[in-house]
T-cell receptor, first 113, second 111 residues
């Protein structure tokens, strides 16, 4: 059954710590995206990638980093430079970048200890 | 001004009524428009997409697009309590290959 798998479901970060959120898809999609959602707000784009080994900053990339070494995988690292990391993080994919709808994973909730 | 604005909620309608959700966008170059439904604590799921001016119907849902007015809407007919959720409007810049989301409108359908 194809889909997007995000892990872990819940994550706690200590001050000064980097944490990595996993996103894996078996839909054979070229494009992948990371969003952040704060309570009562919409989705804000962190990073996106349309092809392996290439990615672009979104609207709120500061304090985050990504890699796209494999088509199926697009991990997001929340660095210690991100001072307010508590949020719901959503990974999405689409067949190609552009005008196609996105499919979302179940999300990771990140909190500060 | 936000790039994508949705009518402020929450919106409450009785069961069986029509729910109307509205969205305006600022980028005239936008070419693709999506409505996602998000239940509390869950991830968004696609409801409708529309690319051309006019109406697009899928079951109880109708998406309407007016590019001249930079306006897209979602109508839900015969609203059901299970339609109670937050509805997110997303507008895509096809050239950049990325979407901008509105803050969402929360709909409550009362039995």
């Amino acid at each position: 059954d194809g889909g997007i798998t995000q892990s872990p479901k819940y994550l706690f970060r200590k001050e000064g710590q980097n944490v990595t959120l996993s996103c894996e898809q078996n839909l054979n999609h070229d494009a992948m995206y990371w969003y952040r959602q704060d309570p009562g707000q919409g989705l804000r784009l962190i990073y996106y990638s349309h092809i392996v080994n290439d990615f672009q900053k979104g609207d709120i990339a500061e304090g985050y980093s990504v890699s796209r070494e494999k088509k199926e995988s697009f991990p997001l690292t929340v660095t210690s430079a991100q001072k307010n990391p508590t949020a719901f993080y959503l990974c999405a994919s689409s067949p190609h970048g552009g005008n196609q709808p996105q499919h979302f994973g179940d999300g990771t909730r990140l909190s500060i200890l | 001004q936000k790039e994508v604005e949705q009518n402020s909620g929450p919106l409450s309608v009785p069961e069986g009524a029509i729910a109307s959700l509205n969205c305006t966008y600022s980028d005239r170059g936008s070419q693709s428009f999506f409505w996602y439904r998000q239940y509390s604590g869950k991830s968004p799921e696609l409801i409708m997409f529309i690319y051309s001016n006019g109406d697009k119907e899928d079951g109880r849902f109708t998406a309407q697009l007016n590019k001249a007015s930079q306006y897209v809407s979602l109508l839900i007919r015969d609203s059901q309590p299970s339609d109670s959720a937050t509805y997110l409007c997303a507008v895509t810049d096809t050239n950049a290959g990325k979407s901008t989301f509105g803050d969402g409108t929360t709909l409550t359908v009362k039995p």
